[in-house]
């Protein structure tokens, strides 16, 4: 699969933003996607904003044998897309995306040509690759119709724990279209049609 090269995103600045609530589950407010929700289950170990992989402020994904961890987000505003940096997988480490219905994810960036995605699972090879490495990261964008849930499940296979973390945000809202009714449709026909008799009864 082709990857484009693109600029990083402009991701939430997770070091301005404060998490309320405790472990497992965390809420916070944006400007776009409105009331956001974070909640960790299964095998995880590191949670919450941490910035341990290349200094960047990021969500912890930190996984635990190979019991998968699982973070799952939601937000009040539906959108149409949002793009996600997914930072330092490696070592046979998985992240598979769980979707809504009519909404799909690709890759975009790839710096060190560590990473692959099929069928919604980011996988990573077996090079160990320093924390500090700016570069391991994958740029993801997933887009659809009104979609407001995001659930990764990640694991790190044969291993007895590992770390990774996510970063997300440049939100697209989508936008309704409020539907005319019938009746108002009708209301102005009727409205052209009294005022064109009207004009042609002045002429007469």
């Known amino acids: 699969m082709g990857v484009s090269s693109v600029s990083q995103a402009a991701l939430l600045d997770f070091s301005t933003i404060t998490l309320d609530g405790t472990a497992p589950s965390y809420t916070f407010t944006d400007a776009t996607l409105g009331n956001v929700s974070i909640e ?55 992240a598979t995306f769980r979707l809504e219905d009519n909404v799909s994810i690709m890759l975009l960036a790839n710096p060190t040509n560590n990473n ?42 044969g291993s007895s724990g590992g770390g990774s973390s996510f970063g ?3 939100a697209t809202t989508s936008i309704s279209t409020v539907p005319v009714p019938a ?14 008799f009207t004009h042609r009864k002045k002429r007469i």
């Not at 992989?53 to 996984?63: A, I, K, T």
Request: no cysteine; hydrophobic share 35%.
């Open 183 to 196: 009746a108002a449709w009708l209301f102005g026909s009727a409205l052209l049609g009294f005022f064109g």
């Open 168 to 170: 997300f945000g440049n």
């Open 116 to 157: 692959t995605l099929s069928n919604n699972v980011l996988s990573a090879n077996s090079l160990d690759i320093s924390n500090s490495n700016t570069d391991n990261y994958s740029e993801l964008r997933i887009t659809g119709a009104d979609f407001s849930t995001l659930t990764i499940d990640f694991t790190r296979p």
């Open 40 to 94: 960790y289950s299964g095998g995880y170990q590191l949670d919450g904003i941490t910035n341990i992989f290349g200094g960047v402020d990021s969500l912890g994904l930190g996984e635990i044998s190979t019991n998968p961890g699982i973070v799952s987000l939601s937000w009040s505003n539906a959108i149409s897309s949002l793009d996600l940096r997914y930072y330092d997988l490696d070592l046979n480490e998985t």
